[in-house]
């Protein structure tokens, strides 16, 4: 079963920025695509970004030109640079790890963006 935890998250005014950093264990078969995922109150939980193993890219719209995702797969990490910060931002942002046939989640980590 693979664990995921997340770090990285906080307040940050509008146009600031964050990173975060989920480290993924317990891969048995190697881990496929990681990505982020984020849900506001009220909100169903949307895609942020995604990666897979080999470096394809995929973003929200609301995100491109923003955020950037990453991964290391030496130390099973994935990484979300996030600039440009908007308090639309706001919400708990979730790692998920695809390795065949489950997908696995983080505990989740707060991003808040302050006008």
């Known amino acids: 079963q693979v664990q995921l935890v997340e770090s990285g998250g906080g307040l940050v005014q509008v146009g600031g920025s964050l990173r975060l950093s989920c480290v993924a264990s317990?891969?048995?078969?190697?881990?496929?695509?990681m990505g982020w995922y984020r849900q506001a109150p009220g909100r169903q939980r949307e895609l942020v970004a995604t990666?897979?193993?080999?470096?394809?890219?995929n973003y929200a719209d609301s995100v491109k030109g923003r955020f950037t995702i990453s991964r290391d797969n030496t130390k099973n990490t994935v990484y979300l640079q996030m600039n440009s910060l908007e308090p639309a931002d706001t919400a708990v942002y979730y790692c998920?790890?695809?390795?065949?046939?489950?997908?696995?989640w983080g505990q989740g980590t707060q991003v808040t963006v302050s006008s």
């Open positions: 317990g891969s048995r078969f190697g881990i496929n695509s």
């Open positions: 990666i897979t193993r080999g470096g394809i890219t």
């Open positions: 998920n790890a695809y390795e065949l046939p489950n997908h696995y």
